[in-house]
């Protein structure tokens, strides 16, 4: 099997928070890897750490101590300002909570991340279009969120986090809201996405139920990483199983 290139690792990653007269742990020396064209899974339970690390990957906050790694720079060691330019090329979040622009149909929800990012003016209803299409809305994209279903809504998210062509997509428990039958959709998609976009991808979860789904897991206690796991998986079956 040919070995997927590391894209965003971490070495010994700790994050203290100071509560009144004592310090929480959040995160407890952390070291992960998260390869090109793999899906990685984060499993932990509420108040684990998950959203804490997923915030240090994506630079939207940075650890007490140790290093984060992407693409071959260490992030944790830049300036806010160049965290910012880092994110906004280079990596897209799907949050449980869609927050799509509920005025806004989901072709200018697609349209409107990628002014966002910058993305040349004359290529974004071309890529938006694209984009939806790849998540299997290409006959909603002019219906806003409010007449769309909970799965229908996380697929549009989908499509703005990839539009802007990002090399890491982080998602926060985007199974969370959805029932099971929507959520192995979802899975199917993030695999099929992950492998034709060639994009790293790491998800959070606290569902049991998703520990095969991912090519590696990791699975979060009290901020320390417990157990890893790795999973050959190429995509899933109608049925729901991997293959």
């Known amino acids: 099997m040919e070995e ?3 894209l965003l690792y971490t070495n010994d990653v700790c ?16 070291s992960v890897e998260i390869a090109q064209g793999e899906l990685t899974i984060l499993r932990g339970r509420s108040g684990s750490g998950k959203t804490t690390l ?11 101590s140790g290093s984060v790694t992407f693409m071959d720079q260490e992030i944790s060691a830049l300036s806010e300002a ?46 938006a279009r694209e984009c ?3 998540v299997g809305l290409e006959k909603r994209m002019h219906h806003r969120p409010s007449e769309m279903s909970g799965g229908e809504q996380q697929r549009v998210a989908i499509a703005r986090a990839i539009a802007h062509k990002p090399r890491l997509l982080l998602a926060d428990e985007p199974t969370a809201e959805v029932d099971s039958a929507m959520a192995l959709q979802l899975m199917r998609l993030f695999l099929q996405l992950v492998a034709n976009e060639n994009i790293a991808m790491l ?30 998986i190429d995509i899933l079956e109608e049925g729901g199983n991997a293959k």
């Open 82 to 127: 160049r965290r910012d330019m880092l994110r906004r090329k280079n990596i897209g979040f799907v949050f449980q909570s869609v927050a799509l622009m509920g005025h806004m149909s989901a072709y200018e929800n697609v349209e409107f991340g990628l002014r966002i990012a910058g993305y040349p003016a004359s290529l974004r209803a071309a890529r």
């Open 132 to 134: 939806l299409q790849m």
């Open 15 to 30: 994050r203290e928070f100071p509560v009144g007269d004592t310090v929480v742990h959040a995160l407890n020396h952390v």
């Open 203 to 232: 998800m959070t979860t606290h569902d049991p139920s998703m520990m095969e789904l991912g090519h590696h897991v990791y699975s979060l206690e009290d901020g320390a990483i417990q157990s890893e796991i790795h999973n050959d």
């Open 4 to 6: 997927k290139k590391v």
């Open 54 to 64: 997923l915030n240090i990957l994506g630079g939207l906050d940075v650890p007490t």
